[in-house]
């Protein structure tokens, strides 16, 4: 308890995070899904056959749950695998799972590119349409009255919102859509008509794509009820742009809309931010949902690190789900529990902010400057995203101001950058994305010129050292903002230090130290000195180079 409570503070004090303290599970007032009811929605999950042997697992999906959705167990290469053989069982053991608990199914899918037999796919256009009509003559047939809705067509969409250039499109042309939802309904009256795909969750092309095609689906007069979004996301892209307002222009245009497949990955190892930034995500999307009257539910793609599809379909990711792999809830537990339960009920974003206008521009930093957003209750703060380049490129979150300034530090010299701003409250909801500004770095030569004089001195007796570090700018440009970055040969640890920010990954021998506000403005020949307090076993050698703002320092 003391090293954690030491940890803690040495973290505090060194402005990172050396250890991860989770949050204790939520008062329980009730499951996920007593809530979700409460608040007119259902709270889902997907299962798949081979997990429902394991008892306590189970035993979750049957109180936490009041909607299942077949991992597997429904898409075509499960349930006809030879063409006109039929195998319902492990759809069916799922089907009376859910009746046993009272629990809605969601059937998934009919249609898909992927999970699809190569029988399906080498047939030509009219014995494709044959084979598409009878499979779904059959399965939409065979689960007539037991399921709530059924993802007709899955993923059809490429990113920039085309249609995708699956089999079927090639085969049967773009009316395929159309067809599988009229042979749907033709098969069953009743169950509700779903079109699925992902990063559609957000305003973007893809999502325009989505909502073009539904209108064209529904200007033909096509039998479709409900709109899906995956909402498959992860802590290192920015949460999907406006979701609550793009869940509703689907839902304005006489649709259901639901979020089928919620999960929300990271790159491992976890660390208290990224548990953090899952927290918020979870908490948005089930408040983005909450906030559209035809948003019927949430269902998740499963709830437990311990059967997870996350690693093997993106390696190096993972922890993405509710609980971990003991079934103990997480803090992203907690919060959907809370939203569900009430949260503040403010569900109004802050106004967008204005586009960021940069100014003190060097060769590896700028300061971001935009037109402040309000809100109903208070903006509590600003994400920064930033993509490289002058196009393409993927944005990711740099910064976390407090105010509508931000200095961005690190850059390469002669670069191209692209920002945009978003704000955000305490719940959080967050604004619309500002406009995005382009903005390129100096040429370098300037800022990146350094000297670095280190000296440790040993304490007698103890493994501590105290060490010190002069940073001279040798360049004829002053340096305006700075990280310095070395490597420990031989084990050692900073374990305090000061006139900047340092960190020091556990398990790593990385360590940066960032200027504070007060000496981020290096002169052309001036210095400025900064140390440490730090740890060793056996020898204390220096460090083997120092680079300032990713330059090599001499
Ligand atoms: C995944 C399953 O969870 C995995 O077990 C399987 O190996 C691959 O498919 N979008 C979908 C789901 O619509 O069907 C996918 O499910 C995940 C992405």
């Avoid at 250890?19 to 939520?26: E, G, I, L, S, T």
């Avoid at 929605?41 to 189970?58: I, Q, W």
């Avoid at 290469?77 to 046993?100: H, K, M, S």
């Avoid at 939203?339 to 802050?350: H, K, M, N, S």
Wanted: proline content about 5%; charged content about 10%; overall charge neutral.
């Amino acid at each position: 308890m003391r090293r954690k409570l030491l940890a803690t503070l040495l973290g505090g004090l060194l402005g990172v995070s050396v250890c991860v303290v989770v949050a204790a599970p939520a008062q329980a007032s009730g499951t996920l899904q007593q809530h979700a009811a409460a608040r007119g929605k259902f709270f889902g999950n997907a299962v798949d056959s081979g997990e429902l042997t394991d008892a306590p697992y189970r035993a979750i999906v049957a109180s936490e749950f009041g909607q299942l959705t077949p991992g597997n167990a429904m898409k075509w290469d499960a349930i006809e695998p030879q063409p006109g053989q039929f195998n319902y069982a492990r759809g069916d053991e799922i089907v009376n799972l859910a009746r046993a608990n009272g629990q809605s199914v969601r059937g998934h899918t009919l249609l898909w590119h992927s999970q699809t037999p190569g029988w399906v796919q080498n047939l030509d256009g009219a014995a494709m349409r044959a084979a598409m009509q009878n499979h779904i003559t059959n399965v939409v047939g065979h689960y007539r009255g037991q399921l709530y809705a059924w993802d007709v067509v899955n993923e059809p969409l490429n990113e920039d919102g085309t249609l995708r250039s699956s089999f079927w499109l090639q085969r049967l042309g773009p009316g395929y859509i159309a067809e599988a939802f009229r042979a749907a309904r033709a098969a069953d009256p009743n169950v509700k008509l779903y079109i699925n795909d992902y990063n559609t969750d957000g305003f973007g092309a893809k999502s325009d794509g989505m909502f073009a095609l539904v209108q064209s689906l529904l200007q033909q007069g096509v039998p479709i009820d409900g709109v899906g979004f995956q909402s498959h996301l992860a802590v290192q892209y920015g949460f999907p742009s406006g979701m609550q307002q793009n869940l509703q222009r689907f839902a304005n245009l006489g649709l259901d809309v639901a979020i089928t497949e919620l999960d929300v990955r990271m790159p491992l190892p976890a660390d208290s931010n990224k548990i953090a930034t899952q927290n918020t995500y979870y908490r948005n999307v089930t408040s983005a949902c909450l906030a559209v009257t035809r948003c019927v539910g949430i269902t998740v793609w499963g709830f437990t690190d311990r059967y997870s599809w996350i690693p093997g379909a993106f390696p190096g990711e993972g922890s993405a789900h509710l609980s971990d792999v003991n079934l103990q809830r997480k803090p992203a537990y907690t919060a959907v529990h809370d939203a569900l339960a009430g949260g503040t009920g403010d569900t109004t974003p802050p106004t967008q902010p204005g586009t960021p206008a940069a100014s003190a521009v060097t060769s590896s930093s700028l300061t971001l400057n935009w037109a402040a957003s309000t809100d109903n209750v208070a903006v509590t703060g600003y994400e920064v995203y930033r993509a490289p380049g002058a196009s393409g490129g993927t944005f990711t979150r740099v910064g976390t101001p407090t105010t509508n300034s931000f200095a961005d530090t690190g850059l390469s010299a002669a670069s191209t950058y692209r920002y945009y701003v978003r704000a955000r409250d305490a719940v959080p909801n967050f604004s619309a994305n500002s406009g995005t500004v382009s903005v390129t770095t100096l040429p370098g030569g300037g800022g990146g010129s350094c000297r670095v004089v280190y000296s440790a001195s040993n304490w007698g007796g103890a493994n501590g050292f105290t060490a010190s570090v002069t940073i001279t700018n040798t360049g004829s440009s002053a340096v305006n903002g700075w990280t310095l970055r070395f490597a420990f040969t031989a084990g050692q640890r900073v374990t305090d230090g000061w006139s900047a920010s340092w960190s020091q990954p556990s398990g790593s021998a990385n360590v940066s130290a960032t200027n504070l506000s007060w000496n981020a403005v290096i002169a052309p020949g001036a210095s400025v000195g900064i140390g440490f307090n730090g740890s060793h076993t056996g020898s204390n050698p220096a460090p083997a180079g120092f680079t300032l703002n990713n330059a090599v320092c001499s």
